[in-house]
């Protein structure tokens, strides 16, 4: 319980007298048995799901800090974590983190030496799916290029959006399919674990999902995701057909970040304004208002953005943590009547899934973001964060059971879908 309240190492060993030897052992055991119950409440659910004909999740990344272990080497280890989470009842799919903790790094690294591997395309390689040393300048220079175009095409086009900024990140890739690049300056590689390429993390996350929900039902599979290509690619890999069959639809979703109190309290007083506007002129209850709103917007115009002419529109239900939140359908045929669309851009939002990623840094002190500091060249590190990869992993496993099946804070919400989460839960 202290790994998922919030408490450090050292603070543990006081309240509990033990030492770290064996918090590690007992967090190793509670990571094994969470693996083995979340495992078996996940086979019920295909048969939950089924009964609820649909399923709304909002899928986004997150970014996780592990301390480096050399200082002669001060290279802070990013770990790369993809997450899906529930839009109606916020229970979390998937927490998957980038991290291959099974084998040997330098095994893993010798034999891509005896296998002449460095100079190979990733894909030809052995471990097509794993980083290795020889990849750190190349990646980083990949890096240092696109965000140097990024800065010029802002400075030439100031009024360039962050959709438009997007489109252009992803042309720069040398496959616009990939994610956005992982390895930056100041960042380096984990010594006694690897790291996974995040397209094949995202690609096996959204592959384990369909094998969850069953992608062979009926059930409509709606996702709503960040705008990044590298998503896009990994649900259209894993539910393609479902997509052909028109039972699966993604939603990209954006809105300002590092929004301010004003712009946060503006932005709910514009959507207040539309939803009381709509409830007098049509007499309707608030729900229905917000549905109506969803048609309307729909039914306006939307503008082609980018190099392949996306079509994004403005949604009219902003909230204080989505501000100015637009979208854009990626699966749109044009054949969808508009009362399904409508009832899809209603749930349209990442705020699931960007609370949980919160929770996660709350929750977890480990995990919590460092701060830069000059002394430091700006690079990251901090004190409570953990200097093993794996444990990164295994703590995130022990929160996600927490979350979903034992939390008090999640009661609630728990008694609001009794018959979803009992199903589950008994």
């Not at 998922?4 to 007298?17: D, K, P, S, W």
């Not at 980038?98 to 034999?111: F, K, R, Y």
């Amino acid at each position: 319980m202290g790994f998922v309240n919030g408490l450090a190492i050292r603070r543990m060993q006081e309240l509990y007298g033990i030492n770290a030897a064996s918090i590690y052992h007992h967090l190793e055991k509670a990571y094994e048995a969470c693996v083995r119950f979340h495992s078996a409440r996940m086979e019920r659910l295909p048969s939950v799901l089924e009964k609820r004909g649909s399923v709304y999740f909002s899928t986004d990344r997150q970014d996780l800090l592990v301390n480096w272990t050399d200082r002669h080497k001060r290279n802070a280890v990013v770990v790369k974590a993809v997450c899906s989470v529930d839009v109606d009842t916020g229970f979390a799919y998937r927490y998957d983190v980038g991290i291959d903790d099974h084998n040997d790094a330098q095994q893993i690294h010798q034999e891509s030496i005896d296998a002449e591997d460095i100079d190979k395309a990733y894909i030809f390689r052995k471990y097509p799916h794993l980083f290795l040393p020889s990849d750190m300048s190349h990646e980083r220079r990949l890096n240092a290029f696109v965000e140097q175009e990024l800065i010029k095409a802002r400075r030439e086009e100031p009024d360039l959006s962050d959709v438009q900024l997007k489109y252009i990140e992803s042309q720069l890739r040398h496959d616009v399919e990939l994610p956005s690049f992982h390895l930056t300056e100041g960042t380096g590689l984990p010594k006694n674990s690897l790291l996974i390429r995040e397209d094949y993390q995202l690609y096996a996350h959204y592959h384990l999902l369909a094998e969850q929900f069953g992608i062979n039902n009926d059930i409509t599979v709606v996702n709503y995701s960040d705008q990044e290509s590298g998503l896009r690619a990994a649900f259209m890999s894993a539910f393609g057909e479902k997509v052909k069959k028109h039972q699966a639809e993604l939603y990209y979703i954006r809105f300002l970040k590092g929004a301010t109190r004003e712009e946060r309290e503006a932005a709910s007083a514009r959507a207040e304004k539309r939803i009381n506007a709509v409830m007098k002129g049509q007499g309707c209850s608030r729900e229905q208002a917000k549905f109506i709103l969803c048609e309307l917007a729909l039914q306006g115009q939307l503008e082609p953005v980018g190099h392949w002419n996306d079509s994004w529109g403005d949604h009219p239900l902003e909230t204080p943590t989505e501000v100015y939140k637009s979208y854009s359908h990626m699966t749109d045929f044009g054949n969808k009547p508009l009362r399904y669309r409508a009832k899809y851009l209603k749930k349209a939002t990442l705020h699931p899934v960007d609370n949980y990623f919160m929770r996660v840094r709350r929750r977890v002190s480990q995990l919590e973001r460092g701060i830069p500091t000059a002394s430091s060249e700006r690079r990251i590190w901090y004190g409570k964060c953990f200097y093993r990869p794996d444990l990164v992993k295994k703590v995130s496993m022990v929160l996600m059971t927490y979350l979903n099946y034992v939390s008090p804070e999640g009661k609630k919400r728990r008694l609001k879908n009794l018959d979803w989460q009992k199903a589950l839960l008994d």
